[in-house]
């Protein structure tokens, strides 16, 4: 949120204050909700990382076997069940119920459901958009500015947050 407001030499000496306002709100923040916080970070369920762990390796199995265009839209949990340590469709569901889980990471869903060719695209787009970002900074109305940052912070966001949903 901060590193926006030290693009320019006139927004570094502009929000001063602001800055100063989000820091001492940020600490509070953290401050207040530090035990719910702490907790989350120390108390996860090792059975989650390892079944995290398992299924992006099922995923890393899936891209093996079809790695150019991948197994098609929408069909990871369709395709899994072969690339599993239970083997079939009925194992997994025993072993999942009757929700099949997706890998939780984008990058690892695209690749495996679009292959290369797809995830190249996603990149492309995504890389393309931030450069168009990156590119645009020179923009001399405020306004279109602070949109253009907000765009960027948001494309980054979502690709940091893939990293760990599905």
């Not at 119920?97 to 679009?114: C, K, M, R, S, T």
């Not at 190249?120 to 787009?125: D, F, G, N, T, V």
């Not at 168009?132 to 980054?156: D, Q, R, T, Y």
Request: charged fraction near 15%.
């Amino acid at each position: 949120v901060l590193l926006p407001s030290f693009a320019t030499a006139e927004m570094r000496k502009r929000y001063v204050a602001l800055r100063v306002i989000i820091l001492i709100a940020a600490v509070g923040v953290g401050l207040g909700f530090s035990g719910y916080i702490l907790d989350r970070l120390t108390l996860s369920d090792p059975g989650a990382v390892s079944l995290r762990w398992r299924i992006a390796g099922d995923a890393w199995r899936m891209i093996q076997a079809k790695p150019l265009f991948g197994h098609g839209l929408n069909s990871y949990v369709y395709a899994m069940p072969p690339y599993t340590m239970f083997s079939d469709y009925a194992g997994v569901v025993r072993a999942y119920g009757d929700y099949l889980p997706a890998v939780h990471n984008i990058y690892l869903l695209w690749f495996a459901e679009q292959g290369i060719v797809g995830i190249a695209l996603h990149l492309l787009m995504m890389g393309s958009i931030l450069w168009m970002g990156i590119s645009n900074l020179k923009v001399a109305n405020e306004f279109l500015f602070a949109v253009n940052i907000g765009a960027i912070c948001g494309v980054v966001a979502t690709m940091a947050d893939g990293m760990v949903r599905f």
